[in-house]
T-cell receptor
């Protein structure tokens, strides 16, 4: 199977600071990765994705870094805002298991005003 | 708003009962995925339908079944409910059969008493 884990279940940051959320996966056959944001009472919301042929991708205030050597994925949020408070989790796609996504349990980010 | 709708938002029922959860994908999306999210656990993939046909199965119990109708909405049927079935159930949709970015609905919270 696939094991997907986040390094910290909770993270607190000051408003305006940068946040880094990490995710580790177990299988080298994983080739597509997504970060989702889930606010309380809502469904997961797509933030950013990256394919295995890349090691960095940037969006608006977010950057995803992929290190395939150590099977590690990180999400960086610049200038964190109170509205960024949510649970963040990574999803890992393994093509060799029939296009099935495996999800981490999530890191709960709290932004302190 | 992702464009994926799910009903009902909340469902409370008793052990042994049967319930049906409904999902309408985003306009134009042909693939529907069902996920279960239990407390403190990551999303668990249950099943995928593409244009009315079952495409992939994950950790779906035999007591659970799903279908996708000609208008592309989908229903997840849960029967002989147990306390452990209490969870959030999410539906997601994507444009094609090939798994890529999925857009999630707001979820149905099922409580089995």
């Amino acid at each position: 199977g696939e094991s997907v884990g986040l390094h910290l279940p909770t993270l607190s940051v000051q408003e305006g600071d940068n946040s880094i959320i990490n995710c580790a996966y177990s299988n080298s056959a994983s080739d597509y990765f997504i970060w989702y944001k889930q606010e309380s009472g809502k469904g997961p919301q797509f933030i950013i994705d990256i394919r295995s042929n890349m090691d960095k991708r940037q969006g608006q205030r977010v950057t995803v870094l992929l290190n395939k050597t150590v099977k590690h994925l990180s999400l960086q949020i610049a200038a964190t805002q109170p509205g960024d408070s949510a649970v963040y989790f990574c999803a890992v796609l393994r093509r060799d298991t029939g296009n099935q996504f495996y999800f981490g349990t999530g890191t709960s980010l709290t932004v302190i005003p | 708003d992702s464009g994926v709708t799910q009903t009902p938002k909340h469902l409370i029922t008793a052990t042994g009962q049967r319930v049906t959860l409904r999902c309408s994908p985003r306009s134009g999306d042909l693939s529907v995925y069902w996920y279960q999210q239990s407390l403190d656990q990551g999303l668990q993939f249950l099943i995928q339908y593409y244009n009315g046909e079952e495409r992939a199965k994950g950790n779906i119990l035999e007591r659970f079944s799903a279908q996708q109708f000609p208008d592309l909405h989908s229903e997840l049927n849960l029967s002989s409910l147990e306390l452990g079935d209490s969870a959030l159930y999410f539906c997601a949709s994507s444009a094609r059969d090939r798994v890529d970015t999925q857009y999630f609905g707001p979820g149905t919270r099922l409580t089995v008493l």
